[in-house]
């Protein structure tokens, strides 16, 4: 059956394991919505300037996503909402209701609009933004430092932004991230401190990645902090503390993929 619009929420790492089955489902307007966390592997389709077209080794290193999935059919999507798996088929809602959308190239466009409308209709608020780009590294700027640093250390939001040196550590990391993303023309909305305070108000949330260190699953590495590193070498912008926080977690998930282990704290 051909599909008006195929929502691909699956993790970042599982993507190329299901990308040669998404062009089946595809008519000739069909969208394809990615609802991933981190860098999308499209981020330099259809961006002008220097970098267009460039593959990121660290998200498509087959090319596997480019050659299968249509750029074309492509919507850019934020999502900012919060939850934790309850149970199997069970997700807890904690806080967060936006999911801006946007075209690749930064056009208004009736398909976007229309599922704006049906996200609004659905209870959600959404909007057409002209630069995707710079609000998934507003989601971005959260996820590569808070995620890696629960998982690594079991500590929920309020923990890490509490804490004065893992509140120092995810405000290095941002930086660092902050100056590769100028580098690449983006600009932030809001300054580090205003995005540290909004985490710490989340409460005692675990982030994904911990959540994911909890039941023995494979990390989101790639899209969330490995490819702010390949961007700074990208720019030639340095990323030291990027690269220790990547091999740490790198080493994480190694572990827990080799020992097959789930690795859990008693619950405060």
């Known amino acids: 059956m051909l599909l008006d619009l195929v929502i691909l929420a699956v993790k970042a790492q599982v993507l190329p394991m299901i990308a040669t089955g998404i062009s089946g489902m595809c008519g000739p307007e069909t969208m394809i919505l990615p609802v991933q966390n981190g860098l999308p592997w499209w981020y330099f389709q259809k961006h002008g300037g220097e970098f267009e077209g460039h593959r990121l080794q660290t998200l498509d290193p087959t090319g596997v996503l480019t050659e299968n999935i249509d ?4 919507i850019g999507c934020v999502v900012f909402p919060a939850g934790e798996i309850a ?11 936006r999911f801006p ?8 466009s009736e398909r976007v609009e229309s599922l704006v ?16 780009r710079a609000e998934m590294w507003l989601k971005l700027w959260g996820n ?6 629960s998982a690594m250390t079991h500590a929920t939001l309020v923990d890490i932004c509490q804490f004065d040196l893992t509140r120092s550590l995810a405000r290095n990391l941002m ?3 902050q100056d590769v993303a100028n580098r690449l023309g983006i600009t932030f909305r809001v300054d580090i401190d205003r995005r540290i305070g909004g985490a710490e108000k989340v409460g005692a949330h675990k982030t994904s990645m911990l959540q994911d260190v909890e039941a023995g699953r494979t990390l989101e590495i790639d899209a969330i902090i ?23 977690v790198a ?6 993929r080799r020992e097959k282990g789930i690795v859990k704290l008693t619950s405060r």
């Open 251 to 256: 080493l994480l998930d190694e572990t827990l």
């Open 71 to 74: 750029v074309g059919r492509i």
């Open 101 to 108: 959308l946007g075209e690749l190239d930064g056009d208004d």
């Open 117 to 132: 409308q049906l996200l609004t209709e659905a209870g959600f608020k959404s909007f057409q933004i002209s630069d995707i």
């Open 175 to 177: 930086s660092e991230a």
């Open 87 to 97: 149970e199997p088929g069970v997700i807890r809602h904690i806080e967060g209701n």
């Open 144 to 149: 590569m430092s808070f995620n890696p640093i």
């Open 226 to 248: 490995a490819v702010v590193a390949e961007l700074g070498r990208l720019v030639g912008v340095p990323t030291p503390s990027i690269d220790a926080v990547h091999a740490m």
